[in-house]
C-alpha cells in the first residue's frame, strides 16, 4: 500500500513537470523588447518630475527661513543636496532655472548657456512655480543663490569644471556684495563648492587671497558657518601646498566657532592632527585625531574616516604603541629594521599620496628603539658589536650612540661601559611604584569627561524654546498670613 500511495503521489507532479515542456516554445511570440525599452523611459521621466518637485519644496523652505528669520528650514534644504545633486541632468536643471527665472531674463541667459537643450518629448508637463503676481517679483537672493549651486555642482560632477569656474566665480561675485543673515548658510556651501573646484583645476593657491577676505567678514559679521568652513578650506589650502607653518598660525591666531557643524569639526581637528604631527606633538595629534573619528558621520564618509585612520595609526606608532591591526604589527613590534626599509620601499609612492611619508620615515628610530629594549629585557649585559650586528647598524660606534640616546630618553634602564665595549641591563623597577597607574587613570578620566562635554555641546533644541514656560507662566500673589479664625478651625478639626 505504501508503494502504490507513493506513486500515487509522484504522478501529478510528473504531469505538472510535463506541462512546461510542452508548452515552452509559445511564449516566444510574445514582443518583449517593446516593454522592456519602453518601461525605462516613463521611470526616468518620473524621477525628473519627483527632481523638480524637491527643488520647489526646498526653494519653499528657503522662502520661509527668509519671512520667519529661522535658518533652520535653510539646513533642510542644504542637507538634503548631496541626494538632490545625484538627480541632476540638463533637463531638470533648463526646467527648474526657467520656472524660477521669470523676471531676471540676463541670470537666466547666463545660466542656461552652460545646459544643453532638452529634447522635447511628448506629454512632457511644464514646469511652473512662479505664476501670477509672483512671477514679476525678482527672486529672493538666498533662492538665487541655491540655484545657482545646483549648476555649480551638477558641472563639477560631471568633470566641466573650466565651466563650472565661471558659473562659481559670479555666483561668489554675487554673494560678496549681499549682507544676509539667511544667505550665511547657503554662502557657507557655495565656499566650499568653488574652492573645490580651483583644486580640481589645480589653482588653490589663486583662490587663497579671496577665502581670507570672506574669512575676515565672516569673523566681523558672526557668521559661525561661514567662518568654519573658511578656516578648514584655508587649512587645507595650505596644507596642500606643505605650508605647515602658515596653516600652525592661522590655528593659533584663530578660534573655531563651536556652533559649527560636527561635520566642520571633524575636518578641522583631522587638518589639526596633521600639523600637530608634523611639529612632533604626537600626543595632542592622537587626541585630535581621536576626537575627529568620534565626530565624523557613523554611516557615511568612508574616506573620510579610512584617511584619518592611517594618519592615526602612524601617529600611535610614533609614539611608541602598537594598533591592533596585523599589516603594521611586525617590523615596529619585533624592532626589525630590515622588514621596515623593505616595506617603505615596497609601499613608498602610496604613503606620498597619503602624505603621511614623513611620519613614516620617523618611525625608524622608533624600530630601533624598540629593538634597543627588547636587546634590553633579553641580555643582562651584551657587547656594542653584538647590538650593532642585531640592529644591522654600520658599526659597533653607531650602536653605542643609539644605546646612549636610548638610556636617556629613559626608553631602557641600562649602563655603558665605553673601555670594555659592553652594555650593562639594570634591574626592572616594579611600575606600580612608580607614578604609570596615576598617570594612566588620569588620561582615561581625562578622555571619559571629554566625551561628556562634547555630547553635552552637540545637543541640539529648537530656537526660541526656553522661554514658552516663561511667557505660560503667571505670577500669582504671594499667600496672605492666616486669620485668627482659620488657626481656631484648624485646632478644632485637629481636635
Request: glycine share 4%.
Amino acid at each position: 500500500m505504501k508503494e502504490t500511495t507513493a506513486k500515487r503521489r509522484e504522478k501529478p507532479r510528473d504531469s505538472k513537470a510535463e506541462k512546461p515542456a510542452e508548452s515552452g516554445p509559445e511564449p516566444q511570440d510574445v514582443e518583449m523588447p517593446e516593454e522592456d525599452a519602453a518601461a525605462p523611459g516613463k521611470p526616468h521621466k518620473e524621477l525628473d518630475t519627483l527632481t523638480l518637485e524637491d527643488i520647489k519644496e526646498h526653494v519653499k523652505q528657503i522662502e520661509k527661513a527668509v519671512s520667519g528669520k529661522e535658518p533652520r528650514f535653510v539646513l533642510r534644504a542644504l542637507r538634503a543636496l548631496p541626494s538632490t545633486s545625484r538627480r541632476l541632468n540638463p533637463n531638470v536643471l533648463h526646467k527648474a532655472i526657467s520656472g524660477f527665472y521669470t523676471s531676471n531674463a540676463a541670470s537666466k541667459e547666463f545660466l542656461l548657456g552652460f545646459l544643453e537643450e532638452p529634447m522635447d518629448t511628448e506629454g512632457d508637463v511644464q514646469f511652473r512655480p512662479r505664476t501670477g503676481k509672483a512671477a514679476a517679483t525678482p527672486l529672493l537672493p538666498e533662492v538665487e543663490t541655491y540655484l545657482q549651486l545646483l549648476l555649480v555642482v551638477y558641472l563639477t560632477n560631471n568633470k566641466r569644471f573650466t565651466e563650472a569656474q565661471k558659473v562659481s566665480d559670479n555666483l561668489l561675485q554675487k554673494i560678496s556684495t549681499q549682507n544676509r543673515r539667511a544667505l550665511d548658510l547657503v554662502a557657507a556651501k557655495c565656499y566650499y563648492y568653488h574652492s573645490r573646484v580651483y583644486e580640481f583645476l589645480n589653482q588653490l593657491d589663486a583662490v587663497r587671497s579671496f577665502l581670507h577676505a570672506r574669512l575676515r567678514t565672516a569673523t566681523l559679521r558672526h557668521d559661525a558657518d561661514g567662518q568654519a568652513t573658511l578656516l578648514n578650506l584655508l587649512l587645507r589650502n595650505y596644507l596642500q601646498y606643505n605650508l605647515y607653518d602658515q596653516a600652525e598660525k592661522l590655528v593659533s591666531k584663530s578660534v573655531f566657532p563651536e556652533q559649527a557643524n560636527n561635520n566642520e569639526w571633524a575636518r578641522y581637528l583631522y587638518y589639526t592632527g596633521r600639523i600637530k604631527a608634523i611639529q612632533l606633538e604626537y600626543s595632542e595629534a592622537r587626541r585630535t585625531l581621536t576626537n575627529a573619528l568620534r565626530k565624523a558621520p557613523q554611516h557615511t564618509a568612508v574616506g573620510f574616516k579610512q584617511t584619518v585612520h592611517k594618519l592615526l595609526i602612524v601617529v600611535e606608532l610614533l609614539l611608541g604603541e602598537i594598533p591592533d591591526r596585523l599589516q603594521f604589527r611586525q617590523p615596529v613590534r619585533t624592532g626589525n629594521l630590515a622588514k621596515f626599509n623593505q616595506a617603505l620601499d615596497q609601499f613608498g609612492e602610496k604613503f606620498q599620496t597619503d602624505g603621511t611619508y614623513t611620519l613614516i620615515i620617523r618611525l625608524r628610530h622608533n624600530v630601533i628603539k624598540t629593538g634597543v629594549r627588547m636587546i634590553s629585557l633579553s641580555y643582562s649585559r651584551i657587547s656594542l658589536a653584538d647590538i650593532a650586528q642585531k640592529l644591522q647598524l654600520d658599526s659597533p660606534e653607531d650602536a653605542e650612540f643609539i644605546v646612549a640616546k636610548a638610556i636617556r630618553d629613559g626608553v631602557i634602564e641600562a649602563s655603558i661601559n665605553h673601555e670594555k665595549g659592553y652594555v650593562q641591563s639594570k634591574e626592572t623597577i616594579d611600575i606600580y611604584g612608580t607614578r604609570e597607574p596615576q598617570l594612566a587613570f588620569h588620561q582615561r578620566i581625562s578622555f571619559c569627561l571629554d566625551i561628556h562635554n562634547m555630547s553635552v555641546k552637540a545637543m541640539r533644541f529648537p530656537p526660541k524654546s526656553y522661554n514658552k514656560d516663561l511667557e505660560s507662566a503667571e505670577v500669582k500673589p504671594p499667600p496672605s498670613p492666616p486669620t485668627t479664625i482659620d488657626l481656631r478651625s484648624r485646632f478644632l478639626i485637629l481636635s
